[in-house]
């Protein structure tokens, strides 16, 4: 193994099992799909089929807490009939076949029925998929493992908007031929996870056959894995939805067209920050150091947003708030992994990922609110607000020795 940083980085990507490459493959097809047809998706409503903002704004609220109450049954699932693959599959392949719904849909009830469906994919999917992640990684790799799946993700977020951009101009603007085109992606998304993830052996650690949602169980959740999980929370609270900073770049004069390019900057810097994070996480002490420095990120991006003239400091704030997401999201899931009893991961990652969406719904409620009233700068205040009181708290916890 080479000293340098390079050659670390190197070992470490070899050394991670093979399942969550595959893993991450998957997430970044998916990704790639579901982002295509997404950056289309809000003009398709109000355009093509004349639905109003609020409608748009309704349907993906719905379908967005409908994934977070999902991934709790299906966290729960995956523990008591220990076939998380089976349940990652039946996710991937939901949100595979609906997509040859939205080029076909001839009504909004069609695509509101497609978008539902394929939240609920994603429900079923997301629990099950972080545990089998955590049952694949070593412990000494888990930040990495989790890293690496993020940066992949994160790489289809970026690549979908442009391949729409990119489709939308060679074809005159068609967005349904975008939207046929989205199906490939998906589909090869569903074969990777049926050929190329196996189901890990998992000891038989089962005491005995009872379903994981039970007052008795959740219980046994240590007090550790809940301090993650209110972290989580105030610090979603200080993050709202990525919809702001598009409103804040149309708020200082960006071009109607290019506005998408502010989630495209944030993604990039995500990507880029993440599996690094996540190798630096599996040092001693590093979940904590790499967690803090996403903290800071966080009230630095909602600072520069705040005061943002123009242009150049709102590109620098989407780029500090992509840094935060990278510092962060990967660590909150390997800490989850890294609390959490082995017969107890897929619960623990279902109510996890419940926590965070519903802090998510009331950050952004509470974003909406500040800006009608008091404008965007009240906004990002606030979100700098809650980063402080995040940072506050983990300092304490540090201080008292309960975070790692």
């Given at each position: 193994?080479?000293d340098?940083?390079?050659?670390?980085?190197?070992?470490?990507?070899?050394?991670?099992?093979?399942?969550?490459?595959?893993?991450?493959?998957v997430?970044?097809?998916?990704?790639?799909?579901?982002?295509?047809?997404?950056?289309?998706?809000?003009?398709?409503?109000?355009?093509?089929?004349?639905t109003?903002?609020?409608?748009?704004g309704?349907?993906?609220?719905?379908?967005?807490?409908t994934?977070?109450?999902?991934?709790?049954f299906?966290?729960?699932?995956?523990?008591?009939?220990?076939?998380?693959?089976?349940?990652?599959?039946?996710?991937?392949?939901?949100?595979?076949?609906?997509k040859?719904?939205?080029?076909?849909?001839?009504?909004?009830?069609?695509?509101?029925?497609?978008?539902?469906?394929?939240?609920?994919?994603?429900?079923?999917?997301?629990?099950?998929?972080?545990?089998?992640?955590?049952?694949?990684?070593?412990?000494?790799?888990r930040g990495?493992?989790?890293g690496?799946?993020?940066?992949?993700?994160?790489?289809?977020?970026?690549?979908?908007?442009?391949?729409?951009?990119?489709?939308?101009?060679?074809?005159?603007d068609?967005?349904?031929?975008?939207?046929?085109?989205?199906?490939?992606?998906?589909?090869?998304s569903?074969g990777?996870?049926?050929?190329?993830v196996?189901?890990?052996?998992?000891?038989?650690?089962?005491?005995?056959?009872?379903?994981?949602?039970?007052?008795?169980e959740?219980?046994?959740?240590?007090?550790?894995?809940?301090?993650?999980?209110?972290?989580?929370f105030?610090?979603?609270?200080a993050?709202?939805?990525e919809?702001?900073?598009?409103?804040?770049?149309?708020?200082?004069?960006?071009?109607?067209?290019?506005?998408?390019?502010?989630?495209?900057?944030?993604?990039?810097?995500?990507?880029?920050?993440?599996?690094p994070?996540?190798?630096?996480?599996?040092?001693?002490?590093?979940?904590?150091?790499?967690?803090?420095?996403?903290?800071?990120?966080?009230?630095?991006?909602?600072?520069?947003?705040?005061f943002?003239p123009g242009?150049?400091?709102?590109?620098?704030?989407?780029?500090?708030?992509?840094l935060?997401?990278?510092?962060?999201?990967?660590?909150?899931?390997?800490?989850?992994?890294?609390?959490?009893?082995?017969?107890?991961?897929?619960?623990?990652?279902g109510?996890?990922?419940?926590?965070?969406?519903?802090?998510?719904?009331?950050?952004?409620?509470?974003?909406?609110?500040?800006?009608?009233a008091?404008?965007?700068?009240a906004?990002?205040?606030?979100?700098?607000?809650?980063t402080?009181?995040?940072?506050?708290?983990?300092?304490?916890?540090?201080?008292n020795g309960?975070?790692?």
């Amino acid at each position: 193994m080479s000293d340098g940083p390079a050659g670390l980085d190197i070992a470490t990507l070899k050394a991670i099992p093979r399942g969550i490459w595959a893993l991450g493959l998957v997430s970044m097809l998916m990704d790639v799909s579901s982002e295509m047809i997404h950056a289309l998706l809000p003009i398709y409503l109000v355009t093509v089929l004349g639905t109003s903002t609020l409608t748009v704004g309704i349907i993906e609220g719905v379908a967005e807490a409908t994934a977070s109450v999902i991934k709790v049954f299906s966290g729960a699932l995956s523990d008591w009939l220990g076939k998380r693959k089976l349940l990652a599959a039946i996710g991937y392949g939901l949100a595979a076949f609906t997509k040859p719904v939205f080029p076909l849909a001839a009504s909004v009830g069609w695509l509101v029925a497609a978008r539902f469906v394929d939240r609920v994919g994603k429900g079923i999917r997301g629990a099950p998929r972080d545990a089998l992640i955590a049952d694949f990684a070593p412990a000494h790799l888990r930040g990495a493992s989790f890293g690496l799946r993020q940066s992949l993700d994160v790489v289809g977020a970026v690549l979908g908007p442009l391949a729409a951009i990119a489709l939308m101009m060679a074809t005159a603007d068609s967005i349904a031929t975008v939207f046929w085109i989205a199906v490939v992606p998906a589909f090869a998304s569903f074969g990777f996870v049926i050929f190329g993830v196996s189901e890990p052996e998992r000891p038989a650690i089962r005491r005995a056959v009872r379903f994981p949602l039970q007052r008795a169980e959740i219980a046994r959740l240590p007090r550790a894995f809940w301090f993650i999980a209110a972290l989580a929370f105030v610090l979603t609270l200080a993050r709202f939805s990525e919809a702001f900073l598009l409103l804040k770049a149309q708020d200082v004069g960006v071009p109607l067209a290019l506005v998408p390019a502010v989630l495209v900057l944030m993604n990039v810097a995500y990507a880029a920050t993440a599996y690094p994070a996540g190798v630096a996480a599996d040092g001693p002490g590093g979940r904590s150091r790499v967690l803090m420095l996403g903290l800071a990120a966080l009230l630095a991006a909602d600072l520069v947003l705040a005061f943002a003239p123009g242009v150049a400091l709102v590109g620098l704030g989407a780029v500090l708030w992509g840094l935060h997401m990278g510092l962060t999201q990967g660590i909150l899931a390997a800490l989850v992994a890294d609390t959490a009893p082995e017969e107890l991961r897929g619960t623990a990652f279902g109510l996890f990922n419940l926590i965070v969406g519903a802090a998510l719904l009331l950050a952004s409620i509470l974003a909406g609110v500040l800006w009608d009233a008091l404008g965007s700068r009240a906004t990002f205040l606030a979100g700098a607000a809650f980063t402080a009181i995040a940072i506050a708290g983990f300092a304490r916890a540090l201080y008292n020795g309960r975070a790692r």
